[in-house]
């Protein structure tokens, strides 16, 4: 199956050999062997691209290219690729939008090949004519290529109508207009059956017969739906957000004697729901603000009775006058563009302040460092001294480690203490005669490697 078509229209036709050609809808016409693509022709169509991907000649390199075809001469074959002997069609895609896939190729092993595969987004290349050679896609030879991802739309949005009459979408501004479609766009679709299905849009969609609604898919509106139950013909109201998947959903039940009354996408509907007992003798009427009545549920939820009678008539009223609220991100959007600047703007001064400050707090303490070794002096009869600047070094310690910013002494700290040190730079304490007799006498190389050091330990 290729399209619908008339006697009038003209289909187009790719083939493997890189050639391809538009003639006319025939009942028997051959139009070449070994074919990649047949579709129906628009002239003047520029929305459509080919996406081709090929080798020049047996050894050549290999190109990639996007085109697309508005205008040619009837049954006759043109070529879109290089005609060189040996030539190859790589990766061919028909895109009905513009859409821009991305490519995964794997390149033929080699002794010296470092990167046997890499990805290739067709977006980053721009559509010209059918006649262009192309970009260099690779020296090397491919062993492969394969879609690894769809892609988007690279055009404008593109405007759509759907004719009634035969339940087709188009282009030409025949029916009710749906909207500029763009990207993952979706098109939302209410049938009778109870059922509600997303489509995307495709010119060669086809709906169904039962069609009660179709427009352009907006997540934020919510289906209010009043529906009789099948089981014991109860009448139930249920509000849901359609969920944005592809399939055929069914939002009233599976069982075929389910039916839809009444459904609206109104924000806060109102509705009239006349009523008879079961003895015929008395009519009821109440008028139900749906959005006060029930809360948003799933689509597979059952809903909330309405009533038991025998359902006579049900009325859409006027809706109470409230839009829908506009989307988190597009709430978002106004403030961040008019504060942004601001917000940077105030982030970077008080970054500079914050290292301007640091800075300082740096070179005072340094010159402060620098005045505490300048007064560094070994006075007479230092032992208490030095318990007190023990306890103060302790201290200091302690309040570091419990807090992680830079301490900033606030006046210099001036020690004073006594030691006495032996030819090899190390420290006299009182009983360092009787360890040193039990532990004996010290090895020659370690004492050397303690006198060659340059440094006084100070052992506290």
Sequence with gaps: YVGMCSDLDDIIVFREDGNFLVTKVNGKVFVGKNILHVDVFKKGDD????????????KGSNYIKR????????????????????????YFSANPNGEAELLRITLRPSPK???????????????KGRGTKGNILSKKA???????????????AMRIWFDESVKRLNTD????????FSADDKILTVMGSGEYKLYNFDLTNHFEEDL???????????????????????????????????????FIGDSPKSKLIEFS????????????????????????????????????????????????????????AVDYPETKAAAIEPLSEVANDQTDEKTNTALSTDISIQLDDLESMDQESNETEANFEIPDNATAQMEESEAETELETELETETEEI???????????????????????????NAKSKQGKEPETKKKEKGNDGQIVLDF
Excluded at 51 to 56: E, G, K, L, M, S
Excluded at 213 to 241: H, M
């Design 47 to 58: 929305r459509t691209v080919y996406n081709v991907a090929y080798r020049d000649g047996l």
């Design 67 to 90: 085109f697309s075809v508005t205008a040619i001469t009837r049954d006759k074959e043109y070529d879109f690729i290089s005609q060189t002997k040996g030539s190859k069609i790589l």
């Design 113 to 127: 090949l470092k990167k046997p595969t890499f990805d290739y987004d067709f977006s980053e290349l721009a559509i």
């Design 142 to 156: 491919i062993a492969k290529i394969v879609k690894k991802e769809d892609g988007v739309s690279t055009l404008g």
């Design 173 to 180: 501004e025949r029916g009710v207009y749906l909207g500029a």
């Design 212 to 250: 009660l609604l179709i427009q352009k898919y907006d997540s934020r509106k919510i289906i209010s739906a009043l529906y009789l139950e099948s089981g014991n013909k109860t009448l139930f109201i249920k509000r849901f957000v359609p969920e944005p998947v592809d399939k055929k959903i069914n």
């Design 265 to 320: 996408l109104d924000y806060k509907p109102l509705i009239e729901i006349i009523t008879k007992s079961e003895n015929g003798k008395e009519t009821f009427k109440a008028e139900i603000d749906i959005a006060a009545f029930i809360g948003i549920k799933s689509f597979k939820a059952k809903g909330k009775k309405v009533s038991a009678e025998k359902l006579i008539k049900a009325n859409w009223l006027d809706s109470i």
């Design 407 to 433: 301490p900033i002494p606030k006046k210099s700290t001036h020690i004073e203490f006594e030691i006495e040190l032996d030819d090899q730079h190390i420290i006299i304490e009182e009983d360092f005669e």
